[in-house]
T-cell receptor
């Protein structure tokens, strides 16, 4: 399947600051990438779909002005958590769809964000 | 939207035991994957299995799409099998891209 790199793996920031998370597709060009969020001991929820060269599509209830997504190239999507607050502390994971002959989706290693 | 239910929510095994994890879904799917989330949070692809049966070493999976369920079998479990197992489905009637995850099964394998 795809090879997906996510950085940083862990970040601690102060309340009110912004944090940028990068997701890279290392072995093929991904026109679409996906951002998920996972709260402790809970399941993963899709936040938004990142589209290369156009605006991201956000799931219902996700604030687009708070979670800025930029997909400026075919191998890189970034998620910026703006004016972070403690309730934004979570595990953020990106994914890409595999190319044939592989199917399904591959996920990055995730970023654990702690806002203090 | 599509609903995904996994059972059991928690499972404790002794090393060497076998187990079966279940995933029920409420509608037709065009994608079903089983993942293992390790203690560091990494989601490891186990199977892409919208229908049929696959095997990979000690793991195998079966999806009966017409009855809307999938099973993950773990044989001769090892302590490294511990972690959370997620079933995720893509809704064939909705967005092709959206994966809906179940709540997972937390597996603990004791030595």
């Amino acid at each position: 399947g795809a090879v997906v790199s996510q950085h940083p793996s862990r970040v601690i920031c102060k309340s009110g600051t912004s944090v940028k998370i990068e997701c890279r597709s290392l072995d093929f060009q991904a026109t679409t990438m996906f951002w998920y969020r996972q709260f402790p001991k809970q399941s993963l929820m899709l936040m938004a779909t990142s589209n290369e060269g156009s605006k991201a599509t956000y799931e219902q209830g996700v604030e687009k002005d708070k979670f800025l997504i930029n997909h400026a190239s075919l191998t890189l999507s970034t998620l910026t958590v703006t004016s972070a607050h403690p309730e934004d502390s979570s595990f953020y994971i990106c994914s890409v769809e595999n190319n044939p002959p592989y199917y399904g989706y591959t996920f990055g290693s995730g970023t654990r964000l702690t806002v203090v | 939207g599509i609903q995904v239910e996994q059972s059991p929510p928690d499972l404790i095994l002794q090393e060497g035991a076998n187990s079966t994890l279940r995933c029920n879904f409420s509608d037709s799917v065009n994608n079903l994957q089983w993942f293992h989330q390790n203690p560091w949070g990494q989601l490891i692809n186990l199977f892409y299995i919208p229908s049929g049966t696959k095997q990979n070493g000690r793991l195998s999976a079966t999806t009966v799409a017409t009855e809307r369920y999938s099973l993950l079998y773990i044989s001769s479990s090892q302590t490294t099998d511990s972690g959370v197992y997620f079933c995720a489905v893509g809704d064939s009637g909705g967005s092709n891209y959206k994966l809906t995850f179940g709540k997972g099964t937390l597996l603990t394998v004791n030595p």
